[in-house]
C-alpha cells in the first residue's frame, strides 16, 4: 500500500484536471437544490431594502487573476442594484483592474437596454437553426426587408420585461434572456423559451435605460487605499475630479448630491485582498454607512469578525457565495454554471485525503513516517 | 553618517509620532496633514517606480548580454514591455487626433454624455486586446494552477499522524464539504455545520494570531519610530 | 383658441403661484423669537427650547441644534424641518429633515459624541447638521451665478467677503453668493475666486456664527417657526473623545514597551523560547553553501508601509549578514519598486557589515514583477531554472502563497515562512520545513540579532499580551452576568 502514499503529484494533476472538465461539460445536467447562507442572504436583504435611487457604491477590486470567482458576483450585484433602480457608482483600487471593471459595469448596464427584436416562433431545433443560417446569408437591406413582416417586441433581459403588441408570443425565459442581452446587429439569433419552442431574433432597435452620469458611472482608479477612501470621506470630488473617461466629477448629475461617502446608502467591495478590511476601517467605521463584501473564498475566513461585530452586513464568500446570490435574485449566470466543476473539485479534494489517510494506516503509521 | 542615520531617524521620529497623534486630533489641520503625507507617499512611489523599472530592464539586459541560460524569457520581458508600452500610446495618439480633427468627441466635455450619446466603450484598442486576450488569461492560468496545487499539497500532507491532526482532518472534510451546494442536498445541517467551525473554533485561532500580529505590529512601529529597529535603513 | 385658453390658464396659474411664493417668503422673511402662528387654523406646538451646541470631536463642520418639548400628543404628526443661516434674517438654507416630532430621538449623536453624549440629552431632541454640506457643488451652476450680476434679485440671495483657506494653505478673500436655484428652490453657498471655482470648498475658515430656526409642519395645521437662542460658530476640537479608550491602551502599551526595552538594556540577559524556524536559518543557508546554490529571499507583495514588509526587510538584513559570513549567494525578489530600493540598500549595508561590500551584485536585489501573478510566474521560473537550496518566504501573502511554496517543495529547497498573513498559514505549513506564523514574524529580527534592546520590546509585547488575556477574561466574565458599563469602555466608535 506504500504506492498510495508515493503517488507521483503529476497523476494527481490529471486527475484533477479530468474531474474540473467533466464536471464542467455536465454542468447542464446537474440541478442543486438552492441554498443560500446567512451571509448571502446579509448582502442581498440590505440592498432589497434600499428604495428607488438609492445610490450604491461598487468598488470592484479585483484583477483579471480572481475574475472567475469576482465577475459572476459583480455582475449578480450589478442586476440587483439596477433592477430595482438604485444609483450605482463604480471605482476600483486596483490599477490592474479598471478594463475588467468598465466591462462588468457596461455589459450589465446594456442588459437593461430596451431592445426591439423582430422575432419567430418555432417548434423544432434543426428548423429554428437552418432559418438562422439563412438570415445570416442575407444582405442586411434584404435581412431588414424580410424581418420587417415578422411580428416585433421591445424586450429588456435586465428586468425580465416584454412590451410589443397585445399579445406577444415571446414568452420570458433565462434563454431569451440570454440571447438578447448578448444580440448585436445584423446578428440573428437563437433563444429558447420553453420545452419544445424556440425564437429566432433579430435586433432592430436598441435604446439604453440606464444612462451614464444619471443612474450609473464608473470613477475609475486612484492609489492609495486607505488614504484614498479617507479623501473620499471628506470629498468624493476631490478623491475623484474625474472620472475614468475625463467626465467632472462635480458636473455629474448623479453625483449632485453624493459629495462623500456619507451620502451613499450601500458600499458593496468585492476584493480579491484585503480591500474589504480597509473599506471597514477607513470607510464605514469613519463616515457610517452599511456594507458588504463579496471575496473569494479564501479570503472569507477573514471577514467573519467584521460580519459578527456586525460591521459589515455580509459577505458573499467564492463561487458558492455568487451562486447563492443569482439564485436569490433568480438569474442563473457565470457562477450557476461554474459550481458543478467546483463542487467536483472539492469532493475530489476531499477523496484524495481520505484515499492519503487509507494509505497512510494501511502502510503502518511508524514505516510511513520513516518514509 | 548624519545624512544615513541621523536625519532619517528624526525624520522617522517626528513623523511616526505626529500620525501616531493625528488618528486622535480631529482639526481640519490634522486631516490635511494625512492627505497632505499621503500625497508625498504617491509621489516617492512614482519615482520609486522609476527604479523598479530600470531594475528590471537592467537585471534582463544582463542576463541577454551574457547569454545565461534562460535568456529568451528576458528577451520576452523587452517585447512585453517595449509592445504593450507602444499599443497604450498609440490609442492615446489616436484619440488625440481624432478630438483634434473632430471626429471624437471630448470625454471631459459635460455635453458627451447630458445628450445621452455617450458611446459604449469597445475593447478594440490594442492595449485592452493586450490586456483582454493576454494579461486577462495568463493570470487566470496562474490563478488556476491552484486548484492542481491544492489537490497535491493536500494529498501529501494531510495525513492523521496525530489525534490533534485526526480532528483538524475531520473539520477541513466537513468545511471541505459544506462549502459545496450539493451538501444541503445531503443534510441541511451539513452548511450550518462548516458555518459553525469556521466561526466559532477557527475565528477563536485567528483572533489569537491577530492579536499577537497587532501586538507585534505596535512593538515594532515604537521600535522604528525611537531608532531602536534600524535594518530599514541598511542595517546598524 | 383652446391654445389661446391655455395661455391664459397658465398665466393665471403662474400669477396665483407667485402670489403663493410671495406670502410664504414674506412669512419666512419675518422671524420672529416667539413662535408665529395663524390664528385661523389648530396649530402645531412650539418647542420650549431651541438653541445650538458645537459637535464635539470633530474638524468644525458640525453643529448640534437641540430642542426641548413639542412632543406630546398634539405633535402627532407634526415633521421638523431644521434651517441654518449665516445671518439673522436668512436666507435659510435647509439642513436636516423632516423628522418625527413625537419620541426622543438622537439622530447621528452617538455616534459623534461617543460615550460621552451630554447628560439631559434623553429628555429632549438633537440632530447634528452640517452648515458646510449645504453647498450646492454643481459647477455650472456655480458658473451660470458667476455670470449674473452680483446683486441679481431673480438668484442671487446674498454675498458677501469671507476669509478662506484654499487647498494649498493660503488665504484668500472670497466671495460668498448664497443662492438659490434649481427645480427644488434649493439653496447654497458658492465659493468663488477670482472667477475660477474653488477645488476645496470645504476649506473655509469655520468658524463664522450661523443661525439655527426650525420649522414645525402638519398637514391641515398652521406651520410654526421656531428660532434658536443664539448663534453659534462651529469649533474644532482638539482631542477626538471617542477615541479615548483607543488612546489610553497605546499610550500603556507603549510605555509598557519602552519600559521593558528601558530594563533591557539594563539586564540584557533575557529570556527568549526557542523559535524552531529561525534555528534552522543557519541549517539552510549551510546546505546552500554546501551544495553551492543560491539562497532565495521571496518578499511578499504588500508596500513598504506595510509593517509585515518592515519586518520582512529586517529579517533580510540579518539573513544577508549570515549569508555574507557563509559566502553565499543571495537572490531577493520584490514586487514593489520601495521594498526593492530598501532591501537593495539593507542587503548592502549587511554585506558591508560582514566585511564582504565586493561580494554584493545590485542585481541579485531585482523587481520581479508588481503585478502578483506575474511576480508568482517571474519567481517559480527562478525557483525551477536555478534550483535555490534555501527559499525564505517572508511579508504578507496573497493566493500566490501556495503556487510559490508549492513549486519551491517541488524544485526540492529548504523552505522557511514567516507571514502574518493568517488566510495563508496552512498552505506555508503543508509546504514548508519551517513556518513562522503571525507575531514571530515580528519577533524573527530580534531573535536572529538578539539585541536586547530589540529582546526588550518583545518581553513589552508579552506583557501587553498579559493586559489583553486579563480583559478578555473580565469582559466575559462581566458579559455572562450582564454587566454593561465595561462593554461601553472598550466600545469603538
Known amino acids: 500500500m506504500r504506492w498510495l502514499l508515493q503517488i507521483d503529484r503529476r497523476y494527481i494533476y490529471i486527475v484533477v484536471a479530468v474531474a474540473i472538465i467533466s464536471a464542467h461539460l455536465l454542468r447542464d445536467k446537474v440541478h442543486f437544490p438552492i441554498y443560500a447562507s446567512k451571509p448571502v442572504r446579509g448582502v442581498h436583504d440590505a440592498i432589497e ?163 451614464y452620469g444619471e443612474d450609473y458611472c464608473f470613477l475609475g482608479q486612484r492609489a492609495g487605499a486607505g488614504i484614498l477612501i479617507i479623501t473620499m470621506g471628506q470629498s468624493l470630488y476631490a478623491a475623484f475630479p474625474v472620472d475614468n473617461a475625463g467626465n467632472s466629477t462635480r458636473a455629474m448629475p448623479m453625483l449632485q448630491d453624493v459629495r462623500s461617502l456619507s451620502d451613499i446608502d450601500y458600499l458593496i467591495c468585492l476584493a480579491s485582498g484585503n480591500t474589504g478590511e480597509t473599506w471597514v476601517a477607513y470607510g464605514s467605521e469613519r463616515y457610517h454607512f452599511p456594507m458588504g463584501i463579496g471575496c473569494t473564498a479564501v479570503i ?72 | 553618517m548624519l545624512l544615513k542615520r541621523t536625519i532619517p531617524v528624526a525624520i522617522a521620529f517626528v513623523v511616526g509620532l505626529w500620525f501616531a497623534i493625528q488618528y486622535y486630533v480631529p482639526t481640519s489641520f490634522s486631516e490635511r496633514s494625512l492627505t497632505w503625507a499621503s500625497n508625498w507617499a504617491k509621489i516617492l512611489l512614482g519615482f520609486a517606480y522609476i527604479l523598479g523599472l530600470y531594475s528590471l530592464v537592467h537585471v534582463h539586459w544582463q542576463k541577454i548580454r551574457r547569454g545565461q541560460p534562460g535568456y529568451g524569457y528576458s528577451l520576452l520581458v523587452y517585447v512585453g514591455l517595449v509592445g ?19 471626429k471624437a468627441h471630448h470625454f471631459a466635455d459635460f455635453q458627451a454624455y447630458s445628450t445621452h450619446d455617450k458611446p459604449i466603450p469597445n475593447f478594440s484598442s490594442g492595449f485592452d486586446w493586450v490586456y483582454n486576450y493576454v494579461f486577462y488569461p495568463a493570470s487566470a492560468t496562474m490563478f488556476s494552477i491552484l486548484a492542481f496545487f491544492i489537490a497535491s499539497a493536500a494529498y501529501r500532507t494531510f495525513r492523521a499522524r496525530t489525534i490533534e491532526a485526526a480532528f483538524l482532518l475531520i473539520a477541513a472534510i466537513i468545511v471541505m464539504f459544506g462549502r459545496v451546494p450539493i451538501a444541503a442536498a445531503v443534510h441541511r445541517a451539513i452548511p450550518d455545520v462548516a458555518d459553525w467551525i469556521m466561526a466559532n473554533p477557527n475565528m477563536a485561532v485567528k483572533r489569537a494570531i491577530l492579536i499577537g500580529i497587532s501586538l507585534g505590529t505596535i512593538a515594532t512601529s515604537l521600535r522604528i519610530i525611537f531608532g531602536i529597529e534600524r535594518a530599514y535603513l541598511g542595517g546598524d | 383658441m383652446d391654445r389661446a385658453r391655455a395661455t391664459c390658464w397658465r398665466v393665471v396659474a403662474g400669477a396665483l403661484a407667485l402670489w403663493c411664493g410671495a406670502v410664504a417668503a414674506a412669512q419666512d422673511a419675518a422671524v420672529p423669537s416667539t413662535p408665529t402662528a395663524e390664528p385661523a387654523r389648530a396649530a402645531v406646538p412650539v418647542p420650549e427650547r431651541v438653541w445650538i451646541e458645537d459637535t464635539p470631536n470633530d474638524d468644525g463642520r458640525k453643529l448640534t441644534v437641540r430642542w426641548l418639548g413639542a412632543d406630546g400628543e398634539d405633535a402627532d ?377 530589540l529582546l526588550g520590546s518583545l518581553k513589552g509585547q508579552d506583557w501587553g499580551k498579559a493586559v489583553i488575556i486579563v480583559v478578555l477574561l473580565l469582559g466575559t466574565i462581566l458579559a455572562s452576568f450582564d454587566i454593561g458599563w465595561f462593554d461601553a469602555l472598550v466600545q469603538t466608535y
Open chain 1, 49 to 211: 431594502k434600499l428604495g428607488r435611487g438609492d445610490v450604491v457604491l461598487a468598488s470592484l477590486d479585483f484583477d483579471p487573476a480572481s475574475a472567475p470567482e469576482l465577475d459572476p458576483m459583480a455582475r449578480a450585484v450589478l442586476r440587483h442594484c439596477f433592477s430595482k433602480g438604485l444609483r450605482v457608482i463604480g471605482m476600483t483600487h486596483w490599477p490592474s483592474g479598471i478594463g475588467l471593471a468598465e466591462q462588468i459595469i457596461t455589459e450589465t448596464v446594456r442588459e437593461f437596454d430596451d431592445v426591439v427584436v423582430a422575432y419567430r416562433i418555432f417548434e423544432r431545433r434543426k428548423e429554428a437553426r437552418a432559418e438562422i443560417e439563412r438570415l445570416r446569408s442575407l444582405e442586411g437591406v434584404t435581412l431588414g426587408a424580410e424581418v420587417a413582416r415578422w411580428p416585433a417586441a421591445t424586450v429588456n433581459a435586465g428586468r425580465a420585461r416584454i412590451d410589443g403588441g397585445a399579445k406577444p408570443e415571446l414568452t420570458w425565459s433565462l434563454g431569451l434572456r440570454e440571447a438578447v442581452a448578448t444580440i448585436g446587429t445584423g446578428a440573428p439569433k437563437l433563444a429558447k423559451l420553453g420545452k419544445r419552442r424556440w425564437a429566432v431574433l433579430v435586433q432592430i432597435a436598441r435604446k439604453p435605460t440606464l444612462t
Open chain 1, 300 to 371: 472569507a475566513p477573514d471577514l467573519y469578525p467584521f460580519y459578527q461585530a456586525g460591521q459589515i452586513t455580509g459577505i458573499i464568500g467564492g463561487i458558492k457565495g455568487a451562486w447563492e446570490y443569482e439564485a436569490l435574485i433568480g438569474i442563473p449566470g457565470s457562477a450557476t454554471e461554474a459550481v458543478p466543476a467546483q463542487t467536483a473539485a472539492h469532493l475530489l479534494v476531499i477523496v484524495l485525503v481520505l484515499l492519503c489517510n487509507v494509505g497512510y494506516f494501511l502502510a503502518g503509521r511508524g514505516r510511513a513516517v520513516a518514509s
Open chain 2, 84 to 102: 504593450t508600452l507602444v499599443l497604450g500610446l498609440s490609442g492615446e495618439v489616436q484619440t488625440l487626433v481624432d478630438i483634434a480633427t473632430g
Open chain 3, 77 to 453: 404628526g407634526v415633521e421638523v424641518y431644521v434651517e441654518l443661516a449665516t445671518k439673522p434674517d436668512g436666507p435659510w438654507l435647509p439642513a436636516a429633515g423632516p423628522l418625527p416630532a413625537r419620541g426622543a430621538w438622537f439622530r447621528d449623536l452617538r455616534s459623534e459624541y461617543g460615550p460621552f453624549t451630554p447628560s439631559g440629552t434623553e429628555a429632549g431632541h438633537a440632530v447634528v447638521v452640517e452648515p458646510l454640506s449645504l453647498d450646492p457643488i454643481a459647477p455650472h451652476r456655480l458658473l451660470e451665478l458667476a455670470m449674473m450680476p452680483p446683486g441679481d434679485p431673480r438668484r442671487v440671495l446674498g454675498e458677501r467677503e469671507v476669509e478662506a483657506i484654499l487647498g494649498k494653505g493660503a488665504l484668500a478673500k472670497v466671495r460668498e453668493i448664497i443662492a438659490a436655484h434649481g427645480v427644488k428652490e434649493r439653496a447654497g453657498i458658492a465659493g468663488h475666486v477670482e472667477g475660477r471655482i474653488l477645488e476645496e470648498v470645504s476649506y473655509f475658515v469655520l468658524e463664522r456664527p450661523w443661525y439655527a430656526r426650525l420649522v414645525l409642519r402638519a398637514p391641515g395645521r398652521a406651520r410654526r417657526i421656531v428660532a434658536a437662542e443664539a448663534p453659534l460658530a462651529p469649533q474644532q476640537n482638539l482631542f477626538n473623545l471617542r477615541k479615548l479608550n483607543n488612546f489610553v491602551f497605546m499610550v500603556l502599551l507603549s510605555a509598557v514597551v519602552l519600559i521593558m526595552i528601558r530594563r533591557a538594556r539594563r539586564n540584557p540577559d533575557l529570556y527568549l523560547r526557542r523559535i524552531p524556524g529561525l534555528d534552522a536559518v543557519d541549517e539552510a543557508l549551510g546546505r546552500a553553501t554546501e551544495m553551492g546554490k543560491p539562497v532565495l529571499f521571496v518578499h511578499g507583495l504588500n508596500p513598504m508601509d506595510s509593517p509585515s514588509t518592515i519586518a520582512a526587510v529586517n529579517i533580510l538584513g540579518e539573513v544577508a549578514k549570515k549569508v555574507a559570513r557563509y559566502d553565499s549567494q543571495l537572490l531577493v525578489t520584490c514586487a514593489d519598486p520601495i521594498v526593492l530600493a530598501v532591501s537593495q540598500e539593507t542587503v548592502k549595508e549587511a554585506y558591508t557589515h560582514a566585511g564582504r561590500p565586493d561580494a554584493y551584485r545590485a542585481d541579485d536585489v531585482f523587481l520581479a514583477a508588481s503585478e502578483q501573478f506575474a511576480y508568482v510566474a517571474a519567481v517559480d521560473g527562478i525557483m525551477m531554472r536555478k534550483k535555490p537550496a534555501a527559499n525564505f518566504y517572508v511579508g504578507y501573502f496573497y493566493a500566490e502563497s501556495l503556487l510559490l511554496a508549492e513549486t519551491g517543495a517541488a524544485s526540492g529547497a529548504i523552505q522557511i515562512a514567516a507571514t502574518d498573513s493568517f488566510t495563508q498559514l496552512p498552505f506555508f505549513v503543508t509546504t514548508c520545513d519551517y513556518t513562522l506564523m503571525g507575531e514571530e514574524l515580528y519577533a524573527a529580527s530580534a531573535y536572529l540579532s538578539r539585541d536586547p534592546l
